[in-house]
C-alpha cells in the first residue's frame, strides 16, 4: 500500500523561490536528492502557486534544454480553476469537484508542513482547509448530512490546528516590514522579540507535526476520499448546478450589500470583521460556481470585492496585531527583557493603530465602489434564471 504522506527522512530537499517581477511568489523548484548526495533518484519537481502554471512550464523547458530533461517533474495545483461540470448537472457534482481537489492539495503540503520546508506549505494547507469548509457550509442544502455532523467538525479542527504556527510565521515573515517602521527605535531593538516569536513557534510546531504524522489523520482523509467517492456515485438528485449558484451567489451577495450598509464611521470594529466574513463567503461561493457562471460579466465586480477585502483585511489584522504585541510584550516583561525592546514594540503598536485608522476611512469608498450600480447590474444579470 502507498503512503499517503511520502516520508522524506531518506531525502535531502533543497528549496528555491521564484518570483515575478511583482515580487509574487509564483512557483517553487525543489532539488530532491538522497540524503547521501548520490545523484540515484535525484528529481528536479516544479510546483507552481495556483494561477501560475504557465511559469512552471517555462521554467520546466529552460531547465529541459540544459540538459535536465530526465530529472525535471511538475506538479501543478491539483485543483484545475473550472472544474468540467455542466449547469445542468446535479449541484452536489460541482460540490464535489471541488472537494476533492481541496483534499488534493492538503495531501499535497502535509510533507511540507512536517520538514519545515517552507512556510508556504502551511498557507498553502490552510487554504485548502478553508476552502473544503466554506465549501461544505454552502453546500449543506444539497451534501448527505454526515458532512455536516462528521466533516466539518473534522475540518474545523484540522484548521484550528494550523493555527498557532501560521500566526507566528506572519509575525515573523512581517518582521523585516515592521523594522521599517520604526523612527525612535532601533531594527536591532527586535531582535530579542524575534527571538521570542522563535521559541514560541518551534513549541508550537511540536503538537502540530505530532497530528500531522499521526495515522488517524492519514485514515481520515482517506475515508474522506472514500465518503467522496460514493457520493460523486451517487449524484443522480437535487438541483442542478445553474439553479444552486445562482441561489447561492445570489444570497451571499445581498448578505454583503446589507451588511456593509449598515456600517457607519462609528460602527465597532466587530461589525467590519463581520462583514469582512460575509465578503470571504461570496468570494468562495463565486469561486465554487465558477464553472457555471459567466465570469467574463463577474470579472470587475470581483475585481471590486478583492479591493473591499483589502481593506477589511487590513483593518482586522492590525487589530488582531495590535492585540497580540500587547501580549508578546506583557510575557516579555515578565522575562526580563530590555525596555528598548518593549519601546520598538510600542511604536509598532503606533503604526497598527494609524493604519487600522486608514483602513476605516477607506472603507467607505472600496463599499461604495462594489456596490455601484454597474457591478448591481453584473451580479444581477449573472445569477438570473435562465
Same mark, same amino acid.
Request: hydrophobic share 40%; charged share 30%.
Given at each position: 500500500?502507498?503512503?499517503?504522506?511520502?516520508?522524506?527522512?531518506?531525502?535531502?530537499?533543497?528549496?528555491?523561490?521564484?518570483?515575478?517581477?511583482? =515580487?509574487?511568489?509564483?512557483?517553487?523548484?525543489?532539488?530532491?536528492?538522497?540524503?547521501?548526495?548520490?545523484?540515484?533518484?535525484?528529481?528536479?519537481?516544479?510546483?507552481?502557486?495556483?494561477? @501560475?502554471?504557465?511559469?512552471?512550464?517555462?521554467?520546466?523547458?529552460?531547465?529541459?534544454?540544459?540538459?535536465?530533461?530526465?530529472?525535471?517533474?511538475?506538479?501543478?495545483?491539483?485543483?484545475?480553476?473550472?472544474?468540467?461540470?455542466?449547469?445542468?448537472?446535479?449541484?452536489?457534482?460541482?460540490?464535489?469537484?471541488?472537494?476533492?481537489?481541496?483534499?488534493?492539495?492538503?495531501?499535497?503540503?502535509?510533507?511540507?508542513?512536517?520538514?519545515?520546508?517552507? %512556510?508556504?506549505?502551511?498557507?498553502?494547507?490552510?487554504?485548502?482547509?478553508?476552502? %473544503?469548509?466554506?465549501?461544505?457550509?454552502?453546500?449543506?442544502?444539497?451534501?448527505?448530512?454526515?458532512?455536516? &455532523?462528521?466533516?466539518?467538525?473534522?475540518?474545523?479542527?484540522?484548521?484550528?490546528? &494550523?493555527?498557532?504556527?501560521?500566526?507566528?510565521?506572519? @509575525?515573523?515573515?512581517?518582521?523585516?516590514?515592521?523594522?521599517?517602521?520604526?523612527?525612535?527605535?532601533?531594527?536591532?531593538?527586535?531582535?530579542?522579540?524575534?527571538?521570542?516569536?522563535?521559541?514560541?513557534? &518551534?513549541?508550537?510546531?511540536?503538537?502540530?507535526?505530532?497530528?500531522?504524522?499521526?495515522?488517524?489523520?492519514?485514515?481520515?482523509?482517506?475515508?474522506?476520499?472514500?465518503?467522496?467517492?460514493?457520493?460523486? +456515485?451517487?449524484?443522480?438528485?437535487?438541483?442542478?448546478?445553474?439553479?444552486? +449558484?445562482?441561489?447561492?451567489?445570489?444570497?451571499? @451577495?445581498?448578505?454583503?450589500?446589507?451588511?456593509?450598509?449598515?456600517?457607519?464611521?462609528?460602527?465597532? =470594529?466587530?461589525?467590519?470583521?463581520?462583514?469582512?466574513?460575509?465578503?470571504?463567503?461570496?468570494?468562495?461561493?463565486?469561486?465554487?460556481?465558477?464553472?457555471?457562471?459567466?465570469?467574463?460579466?463577474?470579472?470587475?465586480?470581483?475585481?471590486?470585492?478583492?479591493?473591499?477585502?483589502?481593506?477589511?483585511?487590513?483593518?482586522?489584522?492590525?487589530?488582531?496585531?495590535?492585540?497580540?504585541?500587547?501580549?508578546?510584550?506583557?510575557?516579555?516583561?515578565?522575562?526580563?527583557?530590555?525596555?528598548? &525592546?518593549?519601546?520598538?514594540?510600542?511604536?509598532?503598536?503606533?503604526?497598527?493603530?494609524?493604519?487600522?485608522?486608514?483602513?476605516?476611512?477607506?472603507?467607505?469608498? =472600496?463599499?461604495?465602489?462594489?456596490?455601484?450600480?454597474?457591478?448591481?447590474?453584473?451580479?444581477?444579470?449573472?445569477?438570473?434564471?435562465?
Amino acid at each position: 500500500m502507498v503512503p499517503l504522506f511520502r516520508s522524506r527522512s531518506s531525502r535531502r530537499i533543497s528549496d528555491v523561490k521564484v518570483r515575478n517581477r511583482d =515580487a509574487k511568489l509564483v512557483l517553487r523548484l525543489e532539488l530532491d536528492v538522497s540524503a547521501d548526495g548520490s545523484p540515484s533518484g535525484a528529481r528536479v519537481v516544479l510546483r507552481p502557486l495556483r494561477g @501560475y502554471e504557465r511559469e512552471a512550464d517555462r521554467y520546466a523547458d529552460r531547465l529541459r534544454r540544459i540538459g535536465l530533461r530526465e530529472l525535471v517533474e511538475s506538479e501543478g495545483p491539483p485543483v484545475t480553476d473550472r472544474p468540467d461540470v455542466s449547469p445542468d448537472e446535479p449541484a452536489a457534482r460541482l460540490l464535489i469537484e471541488q472537494l476533492v481537489g481541496f483534499r488534493a492539495e492538503i495531501v499535497a503540503n502535509v510533507p511540507g508542513v512536517v520538514d519545515d520546508i517552507d %512556510t508556504e506549505f502551511l498557507h498553502d494547507l490552510r487554504v485548502a482547509v478553508r476552502r %473544503t469548509r466554506s465549501t461544505l457550509k454552502l453546500g449543506r442544502d444539497v451534501l448527505p448530512p454526515i458532512f455536516r &455532523t462528521r466533516w466539518e467538525p473534522f475540518f474545523k479542527g484540522l484548521g484550528d490546528l &494550523t493555527t498557532p504556527v501560521r500566526d507566528l510565521d506572519v @509575525y515573523e515573515l512581517g518582521l523585516p516590514v515592521m523594522s521599517g517602521w520604526l523612527v525612535a527605535a532601533n531594527a536591532k531593538d527586535l531582535e530579542p522579540f524575534a527571538r521570542h516569536l522563535r521559541r514560541h513557534r &518551534t513549541a508550537a510546531r511540536r503538537p502540530l507535526v505530532r497530528a500531522l504524522r499521526d495515522r488517524d489523520l492519514a485514515t481520515r482523509l482517506e475515508e474522506w476520499a472514500g465518503d467522496l467517492s460514493a457520493l460523486g +456515485a451517487a449524484t443522480d438528485v437535487g438541483p442542478d448546478a445553474r439553479s444552486w +449558484a445562482h441561489r447561492t451567489v445570489g444570497s451571499a @451577495y445581498r448578505r454583503v450589500v446589507r451588511d456593509g450598509a449598515s456600517i457607519s464611521p462609528t460602527s465597532p =470594529a466587530e461589525h467590519l470583521h463581520a462583514l469582512r466574513k460575509r465578503c470571504k463567503e461570496l468570494r468562495y461561493a463565486l469561486e465554487v460556481c465558477a464553472p457555471v457562471l459567466p465570469r467574463d460579466v463577474l470579472s470587475p465586480g470581483i475585481s471590486d470585492l478583492k479591493t473591499l477585502q483589502d481593506v477589511l483585511g487590513r483593518f482586522q489584522d492590525s487589530d488582531v496585531q495590535r492585540h497580540a504585541l500587547h501580549g508578546f510584550a506583557e510575557e516579555m516583561l515578565a522575562d526580563g527583557v530590555a525596555a528598548a &525592546t518593549v519601546l520598538a514594540m510600542g511604536e509598532l503598536v503606533g503604526h497598527l493603530d494609524a493604519d487600522q485608522a486608514r483602513a476605516r476611512l477607506e472603507f467607505g469608498e =472600496a463599499f461604495a465602489r462594489f456596490v455601484r450600480p454597474a457591478n448591481t447590474r453584473r451580479f444581477q444579470r449573472a445569477v438570473a434564471a435562465s
